[in-house]
Nanobody
Framework: QVQLVESGGGLVQAGGSLRLSCAAS????????MGWFRQAPGKEREFVAA????????YYADSVKVRFTISRDNAKNTVYLQMNSLRPEDTAVYYC??????????????????WGQGTQVTVSS
């Protein structure tokens, strides 16, 4: 069983930055592809970014490409999402997720087996 705990959310002005962290428990974390999703009020949960087990391959939604960076530190069982040049439309609850298999489609929620509880990010204009 894997447990994921996000932190680092908060209120920031447009143009600012935040760094989200996702701490994972479990001995097999380093083998899991990981992803970040977000969900705004009244909207479906959407893909933000993902990376493979060693961080060598990264994937981004077009809306965050260049502005956001996903990374991981397997020694610390932690995944990060560095968010720069934040916009009001980035406001959402951000969720960390872990996939069991490297062959999973990391762009969809169905590709993940484990989810964190989410952390709120609010960007004011």
């Amino acid at each position: 069983q894997v447990q994921l705990v996000e932190s680092g959310g908060g209120l920031v002005q447009a143009g600012g930055s935040l760094r989200l962290s996702c701490a994972a428990s479990g001995p097999t974390f380093s083998s899991f592809p990981m992803g970040w999703f977000r969900q705004a009020p009244g909207k479906e949960r959407e893909f933000v970014a993902a990376l493979n087990w060693n961080g060598g391959n990264t994937y981004y939604a077009d809306s965050v490409k260049v502005r956001f960076t996903i990374s991981r530190d397997n020694a610390k069982n932690t995944v990060y999402l560095q968010m720069n040049s934040l916009r009001p439309e980035d406001t959402a609850v951000y969720y960390c997720a872990a996939s069991r298999y490297s062959s999973s489609n990391l762009y969809y929620t169905g590709g993940y087996a484990y989810w964190g509880q989410g952390t709120q990010v609010t960007v004011s204009s």
